[in-house]
T-cell receptor
Framework: GAVVSQHPSRVICKSGTSVKIECRSL??????MFWYRQFPKQSLMLMAT?????????EQGVEKDKFLINHASLTLSTLTVTSAHPEDSSFYIC??????????FGSGTRLTVV | DQQVKQNSPSLSVQEGRISILNCDYT??????FLWYKKYPAEGPTFLIS?????DKNEDGRFTVFLNKSAKHLSLHIVPSQPGDSAVYFC??????????????FGTGTRLTIIP
């Protein structure tokens, strides 16, 4: 089946630094990739949708300059949290889509900003 | 505005019995629904889905029921097994643009199967 690799699985960074999270579709080309954020005991909230070769579409309330998304190829999307602050600490999950074949999720990244 | 709701944050069920997880939605544009299972610190894993043209879909121990008029769906797991203990999310989207459109998730229900 379709596999999406996300890494790192955990990252701890200092406040003010930037962190890059990678999401790769291993055995298929992902026409669309999604980035979600999950707060403790809460739902998965969509942050942005990216299509290869075009700019990401951000959800309302998500700062595009803070959460930089790059979907440079059909198998790779990256989320960069810039100038991270403790309130950015969260669990980030990517999802890749093969179109009508459905959605596959990565294993998530636990970001802790200290 | 929570368009997909799972009103039970947790549920405990005896092993071997039936687990019933419920989900309600408010957006009439949703016409495709999915259930995901999630372990801590992992991404969601797809379980089963249903289109709004159906009222039931079955896959092994998992059955999803959809009541479109009530905007309600439920996931039945029978018999429940200890490995089913996880958080279950229902999600909704539009079938017309499936794959290119975002999933809207519920808040999740933590299922615990008691041996």
């Amino acid at each position: 089946g379709a596999v999406v690799s996300q890494h790192p699985s955990r990252v701890i960074c200092k406040s003010g630094t930037s962190v890059k999270i990678e999401c790769r579709s291993l055995d298929f080309q992902a026409t669309t990739m999604f980035w979600y954020r999950q707060f403790p005991k809460q739902s998965l909230m969509l942050m942005a949708t990216s299509n290869e070769g075009s700019k990401a579409t951000y959800e309302q309330g998500v700062e595009k300059d803070k959460f930089l998304i790059n979907h440079a190829s059909l198998t790779l999307s990256t989320l960069t949290v810039t100038s991270a602050h403790p309130e950015d600490s969260s669990f980030y999950i990517c999802s890749a889509s093969q179109g009508s074949d459905g959605y596959t999720f990565g294993s998530g990244t636990r970001l802790t900003v200290v | 505005d929570q368009q997909v709701k799972q009103n039970s944050p947790s549920l405990s069920v005896q092993e071997g019995r039936i687990s019933i997880l419920n989900c309600d939605y408010t957006n009439s544009m949703f016409d495709y629904f999915l259930w995901y299972k999630k372990y801590p610190a992992e991404g969601p894993t797809f379980l089963i889905s249903i289109s709004s043209i159906k009222d039931k879909n079955e896959d092994g121990r998992f059955t999803v029921f959809l009541n479109k008029s009530a905007k309600h769906l439920s996931l039945h797991i029978v018999p429940s097994q200890p490995g089913d203990s996880a958080v279950y999310f229902c999600a909704a989207t539009g079938i017309s643009n499936f794959g290119n459109e975002k999933l809207t998730f519920g808040t999740g229900t933590r299922l615990t199967i008691i041996p």
